[in-house]
C-alpha cells in the first residue's frame, strides 16, 4: 500500500538538549485508522504537530503523501492534511459558522461556487446553522464547527487530537461514526491520539504504544488491548471489555467488544 506519513528515525525537542521524541521510525499507510496512545508526556500531541509540519524534526526525516516537512511549505501540506485540535475554541476564528467552513477554502483559493456548494452540504451534514455566532454555542456544537471546517476540504489525512473531550457520549458516538465512515467508505486515512481506551478500542484498527518519546509496540488494535506488559510499560490501562475477558478461560480468548462478550454467554459459557 501506499505511504500516507512515515517517519525515518526522528528526534524533536522544545529546547536544545531536551528532546521529546527520540529516535522514532514508523509508517502510516493510506486508508489506515491509526490511535496514538501513552500517558501524559510521551509525546503523542507532538506527533501529530510533526505530521503535518506544524512543527520541524530537529533530526531524522518526516514525509506526508511523500512530501519532506522540512522543505515543504506548511500551506502546501495542509492542502493534504487536517487537523482537529483537543480545543475547538483554539482553532476557531470567525464570528459566523459559515465564515469559519470558508475560512480553509478561502485560503487555499477555491472559486466562489464551490466554497458556497461545500458550505451548505456541510451545514447539512453537521447539523448547523450559517448564522450562528461560534462561541455562543455548546461544546459540542463547536467541535462539530470546527470539524467541519477540517473537512470540507476532503484532507487525505485527518488528524484528531483527543477529538471527544468534553462531549458527551450522543456528541462522541456521532463525531467518531462519521470519521469512521470517511475512513471507510472515502478512504481518509486517521490518525488519532486518544486517552480513551474505549473509544481506541471501538474504532481504531492499528494502534501505536508509546513512552517517552518512543515507540513501544504497534499492533492491531485487538492484540494491543490484550497485552497488559506492554501497556503497563506505557502506564495505559486497556479497555475495559478486553481487560476483563483477559480474567476467563479460553473461551474469552476472541472477546473483545460488549457484543462479542454476550455472544460467548448466550453460546452456553456462563461466567
Known amino acids: 500500500m501506499a505511504e500516507m506519513v512515515k517517519f525515518d528515525h526522528v528526534a524533536f525537542g522544545y529546547a536544545p538538549g531536551a528532546e521529546t521524541i527520540r529516535d522514532l521510525s514508523f509508517t502510516i499507510e493510506k486508508g489506515d485508522f491509526v490511535a496514538l496512545i501513552g500517558a501524559n508526556g510521551a509525546g503523542k500531541s507532538t506527533i501529530s504537530r510533526l505530521c503535518n509540519g ?25 492542502r493534504s492534511v487536517g487537523f482537529l485540535f483537543q480545543n475547538p475554541d483554539r482553532q476557531i476564528c470567525e464570528n459566523t459558522v459559515r465564515d469559519e467552513i470558508a475560512f480553509s477554502m478561502k485560503a487555499q483559493g477555491w472559486p466562489q461556487a464551490k466554497i458556497e456548494e461545500r458550505i451548505a452540504s456541510a451545514l447539512d451534514t453537521f447539523h448547523l446553522q450559517g448564522d450562528w455566532f461560534p462561541f455562543e454555542r455548546s461544546r459540542g456544537e463547536r467541535q462539530r464547527i470546527a470539524l467541519a471546517g477540517v473537512l470540507v476540504c476532503e484532507p487525505e489525512l485527518l488528524i484528531l487530537d483527543e477529538p471527544t473531550t468534553g462531549l458527551d457520549y450522543l456528541e462522541c458516538i456521532g463525531i467518531m461514526d462519521y470519521v469512521k465512515t470517511l475512513n471507510e467508505e472515502k478512504g481518509v486515512t486517521v490518525l488519532m491520539v486518544s486517552h480513551d481506551m474505549e473509544l481506541v478500542q471501538s474504532y481504531a484498527r492499528r494502534v501505536f504504544v508509546l513512552n517517552d518519546g518512543r515507540l513501544l509496540g504497534d499492533g492491531p488494535v485487538n492484540t494491543i488491548m490484550k497485552n497488559t506488559a506492554l ?8 479497555a475495559q471489555i478486553p481487560a476483563l475477558a483477559l480474567c476467563f478461560d479460553e473461551r474469552f480468548a476472541d472477546v473483545y467488544t460488549v457484543d462479542d462478550m454476550e455472544a460467548v454467554l448466550k453460546g452456553g459459557h456462563p461466567l
Not at 514525509?63 to 519532506?68: A, V
Not at 516537512?69 to 501540506?77: D, E, G, H, I
Open 54 to 78: 506544524l512543527l520541524r524534526p530537529t533530526a531524522g526525516r518526516v514525509t506526508l503523501c511523500g512530501q519532506d516537512t522540512l522543505t515543504t511549505p506548511t500551506s502546501r501540506l495542509a
Open 231 to 238: 501497556l503497563g510499560q506505557a502506564r495505559v490501562l486497556p
